[in-house]
């Protein structure tokens, strides 16, 4: 009778394990049919969302200085796919001038130093062309063409998915190259370890590492958002002496997205 009574324990088990596997599948499919990114929308909508809530009178704070956010979908790329639009965002001709010619030239400049990190060429060809042509894409927009031709670009999930790839590939390699800044702050894992696991395994969450790599890369800076219970905003500011940060983000827990002044 033990035996059997060990036996439908564990029928019972792998029929919990089933059923949670079956849900998390569900729950991912419902998430893949949301938007990647949506238009700009006003900022008060999200406030008035979370009216009641323990983080309604940060939000309200940050509501004050921002006007706009955009909404990225929770699949574990929010912080790349927030980063990767704001950084497009640049290439409106309407926004041409200095930052824009630097976000275009480190971007463009990506594969040589994906290539002296060690990566195989033919591991990030297609990646970098799918990121070469999505900025000759972008640069022939004219202004009130673009808001439609960047949410279609960000929108395609062919064409995303490489994009998205690659940014992870750039903040791996900035890992990779500037180990001695970054080991003590990987916990149980070795750099290599680290970023074949965290940073180039698509949909995982990006964490502060991350974000002080790629934001370093790019030589331009992010401040982050971060309402609290007790009604406060927590800012950071990746990396912390930037000269320059023009892109913001809002988090809640455990997602990003990107928000706007105008």
Do not use: W
């Not at 998390?24 to 008060?44: G, H, Q, T, V, Y």
């Not at 994009?163 to 390699?173: E, G, N, V």
């Amino acid at each position: 009778a033990k035996v059997k009574d060990e036996g439908k324990i564990q029928e019972d088990i792998q029929e919990l394990i089933e059923k949670n596997t079956e849900y998390e599948n569900a729950l991912k499919n419902e998430i893949i049919k949301e938007i990647p990114i949506s238009r700009k929308e006003p900022f008060k909508g999200l406030v008035i969302q979370y009216e009641g809530n323990k983080y309604y009178e940060g939000l309200k704070k940050i509501n004050a200085s921002f006007n706009f956010i955009r909404h990225s979908r929770r699949d574990g790329n929010c912080f790349y796919r927030s980063y990767l639009i704001q950084l497009f965002e640049f290439l409106n001709p309407k926004n041409a001038g200095p930052e824009s010619l630097k976000v275009e030239k480190k971007l463009t400049e990506s594969k040589d130093f994906l290539l002296s990190a060690k990566y195989e060429e033919l591991a990030i060809e297609d990646s970098y062309l799918a990121l070469t042509q999505a900025i000759d894409q972008l640069k022939k927009l004219t202004p009130d063409k673009f808001e439609d031709g960047l949410i279609d670009l960000v929108s395609n999930a062919a064409t995303s998915n490489y994009l998205l790839f690659f940014l992870r590939l750039i903040t791996s390699a900035y890992i990779k190259k500037n180990a001695e800044l970054f080991m003590n702050f990987i916990v149980d894992d070795t750099v290599d370890g680290y970023c074949q696991r965290e940073v180039e395994h698509f949909d995982h969450d990006c964490d502060h590492i991350q974000i002080l790599a790629l934001t370093s890369y790019m030589e331009a800076g992010v401040i982050v958002h971060t309402p609290r219970e007790d009604g406060t905003v927590e800012t950071m500011k990746f990396p912390d002496e930037a000269k320059e940060y023009p892109v913001s983000m809002l988090y809640l827990p455990g997602h990003y997205d990107p928000i706007y002044k105008n």
